[in-house]
């Protein structure tokens, strides 16, 4: 009982089936690598690397089971972090080994929903165990435009908004 070909070349549909769910487990586990990328964020600078270090305490904080606040003193242009378990000397070592500001980047203040811009010398931000930050925007100030880095209490990444915006515009 042989089968005569009709000459015709080609994939059958049961083929073309197994490869696309091939193709979709594959993507399904390769999509959580990408998920810390950020396109549009130069890791070398300031900014870059606030977005970075805000999404890693996102995480940090529910891993470690622990608390931590960002520190954002805005006269120094300094970005640091301190965690709920940090004695004095530790602390000061953090703060010295935090991001710095200069030349091309400034933080201009730090916004919290209901209250005006705090352009102070320590404005903290949470990222608390249970998985949820205190919601903020941290305006800055670039050689070519103003941006906002949005950070939404659950979601687990930080938006960049590429003008500075307020909590009026961004609901």
């Given at each position: ?10 994939f059958?549909?049961i ?22 990328v ?8 300031a ?38 378990a ?5 602390m000061?070592t ?23 811009p705090?352009a102070?010398?320590?404005v ?48």
């Amino acid at each position: 009982m042989s089968k005569e070909r009709s000459g015709k070349a080609g994939f059958t549909i049961i083929e073309l089936v197994i490869v696309m769910v091939i193709a979709g487990v594959l993507l399904f586990f390769a999509l959580p690598t990408f998920q810390d990328v950020h396109f549009f964020s130069n890791p070398e600078n300031a900014r870059g690397k606030t977005i970075q270090l805000i999404d890693a305490l996102k995480r940090k904080a529910v891993t470690d089971n622990r608390d931590y606040v960002m520190h954002v003193d805005i006269t120094a242009g300094l970005i640091w972090v301190s965690g709920d378990a940090m004695d004095p000397a530790t602390m000061k070592t953090a703060r010295e080994n935090g991001i710095q500001f200069s030349g091309d980047t400034r933080v201009l203040d730090v916004e919290f929903p209901g209250a005006m811009p705090l352009a102070s010398d320590d404005v903290q931000i949470k990222f608390r165990r249970q998985g949820y930050s205190d919601m903020a925007l941290i305006h800055l100030q670039g050689e070519t435009n103003d941006v906002t880095l949005r950070i939404e209490p659950f979601l687990s990444r930080v938006e960049l908004e590429n003008r500075s915006v307020s909590f009026d515009q961004c609901m």
